[in-house]
């Protein structure tokens, strides 16, 4: 059974704007296409979206398991969760806009950027802390398919982050500079993020 379309844009929604946010994977994107071109940018900002589908995997498996195992466990799961978006939302708070992107004169091809993208998402453990965090909360419980609504959740993540990804290394000149121009303009998204990552962070905690 496919998501409910209340699901389906309520994640989308908050999807994208935490895709959005700046962070290390974003800046990297704006910071390879500013320097070393579109192309490149776009590849690499790909592959890191790409990546999200291990993570998509491993929640998918690891929820699945603890809801047949123990749903006071999957509870537990889910308190931690919410408790660990509101720290992320702490940090985005705390940083109050200190997102600049960096330039490097490096040539590596679009094909080996593409790669180092998808690699260094895929073993980034604080990804995977993230999905088990934020990926749950959508789950409709009186379903009786967590695991299924979960791997939709994942490939939405992943396709909305790959074309905004995409998008990002196509404009980053413009982008680049204008965030480093411009503090008070990440500052406002990190505060965005930040307003994020906590509501969602107390519904996860509040409705168990």
Not at 42 to 58: E, I, K, N, R, V
Not at 158 to 184: C, D, E, K, P, V
Request: hydrophobic share 55%.
């Amino acid at each position: 059974m496919l998501l409910a379309p209340e699901q389906f844009f309520g994640f989308l929604s908050a999807a994208v704007l935490i895709t959005l946010s700046p962070g290390p994977d974003n800046l990297m994107v704006l910071s390879i296409g500013a320097t070393r071109g579109r192309l490149r940018g776009m590849a690499f900002g790909m592959g890191c979206a790409l990546g999200c589908l291990s993570h998509t995997l491993l929640a998918t498996l690891g929820v699945s398991a603890l809801i047949a195992a123990s749903p006071v466990a999957f509870t537990a799961l889910k308190i931690i969760g919410g408790l660990y978006l509101i720290y992320l939302g702490w940090l985005a708070l705390k940083s109050r806009g200190g997102a600049t992107v960096a330039t490097n004169s490096s040539q590596e091809n679009a094909g080996k950027l593409f790669w180092r993208g998808v690699f260094a998402n895929s073993i980034n453990p604080k990804v995977v802390m993230f999905f088990l965090a934020f990926l749950p909360q959508f789950v409709d419980g009186a379903r009786h398919d967590a695991g299924w609504q979960i791997l939709q959740l994942g490939v939405i993540f992943t396709l909305q982050a790959m074309l905004l990804f995409g998008t990002l290394g196509f404009f980053a000149g413009y982008i680049g500079r204008y965030l480093n121009q411009h503090a008070s303009a990440s500052a406002w998204l990190d505060r965005i993020a930040s307003s994020i990552f906590i509501a969602l962070g107390l519904r996860l905690i509040i409705h168990p």
